[in-house]
């Protein structure tokens, strides 16, 4: 549900966006140092050779994806995740969304090699198509018996610990502790399914 009023004064309150950017900002010099000292040596000896120019096309292309990244993570740094003694809070520069506790039936999270993600299982259908939700929506294989297929996963990365103690201390009715399954089994959002739900709702029937 979207409301206007905020988590509670003694909520526990994760600083979602600016702990991933952080976080970035760690590992960004070090790709780039990883990438740049090998192109530097190429372009310094004046004739590269073919595999010299590739490796130089190629980090382009990855600086490009590092400065994007760096980019799209400082845009959303303000984004919040809070928890309190109603439910769980995410907080945006487009506006706020509460989870109700009561409305979940499990709250857990998920390990798939090096990718944590925070697991939030509605207790009925959720809405697919949310603006703020809808990325996080998720449809695989419940994660124990009696927990519904579709649910919310949050990818976590620096969040993993305090996302934890909270789900624990706030939710210790609903938490089921850490899954580990094998890399691969994330799945991705449904960008392709969301923008034909929305394309047939602002279709006009004949």
């Known amino acids: 549900m979207i409301t206007e009023n905020g988590p509670s004064e003694d909520a526990s309150v994760i600083p979602y966006g600016r702990r991933r950017l952080n976080s970035w900002l760690i590992g960004a010099p070090f790709l780039i140092g990883l990438i740049g000292a090998p192109t530097w040596t190429f372009l310094a000896q004046g004739s590269p050779g073919v595999l010299g120019w590739i490796w130089v096309y190629f980090s382009l292309v990855m600086g490009c994806v590092i400065v994007t990244v760096t980019f799209s993570r400082w845009r959303r740094r303000r ?98 502790g850490r899954i580990d399954q094998r890399p691969g089994t994330q799945g991705t959002s449904d960008h392709a399914g969301h923008a034909e739900r929305l394309r047939a709702r602002t279709t006009p029937a004949d």
């Open 79 to 176: 984004w919040v995740m809070a928890f309190d003694a109603v439910g769980f809070w995410w907080i945006t520069d487009a506006g706020d969304v509460l989870m109700p506790w009561d409305s979940l039936e499990g709250v857990g999270t998920y390990r798939f090699g090096n990718v944590v993600t925070l697991e939030l299982c509605p207790r009925e259908e959720l809405e697919r198509d949310h603006p703020l939700l809808w990325k996080f929506v998720r449809d695989t294989e419940p994660l124990r018996e009696g927990l519904p297929r579709l649910r919310y996963r949050i990818d976590l990365e620096a969040n993993l610990k305090p996302c934890e103690e909270a789900c624990q201390q706030w939710a210790p009715h609903l938490w089921f």
